[in-house]
């Protein structure tokens, strides 16, 4: 059975591009199912009266969904068992490293090296805490991935998955030269939400059975961090959907802050769901 979901974060107002992304993530799910699920690990920036707003929006647009809904908050203890996971497995080191040691420690001058790259998270990690062990992780450290040792742990098992996006349609595999020059040693947990999005959307992906993941084609870059976790954690690659973004007349892709295009704004003014499938290009 096709399984697709829609996984919004509660920081803010749904929008259009929202609206797009939910509506083709039912659609595409046909006879099968679609799953809502809330992304709320970052407790700081999300908040319960979004996660209410989500609900009414979402079912006033003519969505339905099984319930309970998954929170990732609630899931602690998932997140830590693939942590334990890799850890057995000796591919994980604990980081020590603020935003600006990272900066810094790819901003001095090396010779022969090359510049600093930005990948799917930020400037891609020069690997000052490589060199620690799991044994040595304290409380305060996040947990990073040792991409080069997971990739050897795959050795000739490179994972591959299916794209049917119309962007970068096609089979994709990952490739270990480009995945260490562009995305490096991911975080997996961060300090202060003991997991990162990577390894939860992952774990959760897996948890929920899903079969084609429909998201923003900003996500694309982040597809083989995910692949690369599930092959290594045991668990099925799932088809991948990444559709076009909704931009404002500018070309801009909308935001969270864009509160003028929230669906709850056009709600209030009078428009229905009707409207809002025909602005987003779905008639
Ligand atoms: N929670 C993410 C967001 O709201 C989406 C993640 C995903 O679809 O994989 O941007």
New binding site residues.
Partial sequence: MKRT?????P?GLLHLG?AY?ALVAHSRADAGEFIL?I?DIDRTRCRVEFETAIYEDLEWLGLSWPTPVMRQSERTDAYNAAIDQLAFLGLLYPCRCTRGEIRAALSAPQEGAAPPVHGPDGLVYPGTCRHRTMAEAEASDAIRLDVRKALDHLADRLPVFTETGPRHEGQHRIDAEELMASVGDVLLARRDMGTS?HLA?TVD?AAQGITE????E??FD?TCI?VLLQALLGLPTPDYHHHPLIRDEHGKRLAKRDDARAIRRYREEGASPADIRKMVGLV
Avoid: C, I
């Avoid at 979901?5 to 974060?9: D, G, N, V």
């Fill in positions: 979901r829609f996984a919004p974060s920081t929202h992304s699920r992304e999005y959307v992906d993941v429909v998201r923003g900003d996500l982040a995910h």
